[in-house]
């Protein structure tokens, strides 16, 4: 039980730092520097993905909730994610042909489900570490 909600966590973490550093136009905070979304690129979104898993590890290291034995796993998951991310959206733009309220729907589904797909992940590198 405690380890699922640990990842319930690490997932509600990862998701609350995205809505934070997104900073567009509709929330009531300023940008964060050199981390928040600059523009709607898919380059920026990808750095978007980087920052969100970077302050979440940061901060799951500093209060003792990662242990050392995940490091290198957390670590190969932030270095693949962002780069799976312009292939999501490559997906729902090009392949699915998604527009308006459906692409709108597509973009927001990924807020939670990356981080789910960077916690499984994390969990079959370690596992074979």
């Known amino acids: 039980m405690r380890a699922v909600l640990g990842k319930m966590g690490y997932v509600l973490a990862n998701v609350l ?3 934070i550093l997104h900073g567009n136009s509709k929330q009531f905070w300023p940008k964060i520097p050199y981390l928040s979304l600059k523009n709607e690129s898919t380059f920026e979104h990808a750095r978007l993905l980087f920052n969100t898993l970077a302050v979440v590890t940061v901060c799951q290291a500093l209060i003792g909730r990662l242990p050392r034995e995940r490091w290198l ?3 190969v998951v932030l270095a693949a994610m962002p780069f799976s991310l312009p292939v999501i959206i490559f997906v729902g ?3 699915l ?3 308006g309220q459906a692409a709108e729907t597509y973009n927001l589904s990924m807020v939670p489900l990356l981080p789910i797909v960077a916690m499984v992940a994390e969990d079959a590198i370690a596992a074979r570490g």
Do not use: E, P, S
Request: charged content about 35%.
């Open 97 to 99: 042909r998604l527009r």
């Open 17 to 19: 730092v995205m809505v």
């Open 73 to 75: 796993a957390r670590g």
């Open 93 to 95: 733009q090009k392949v």
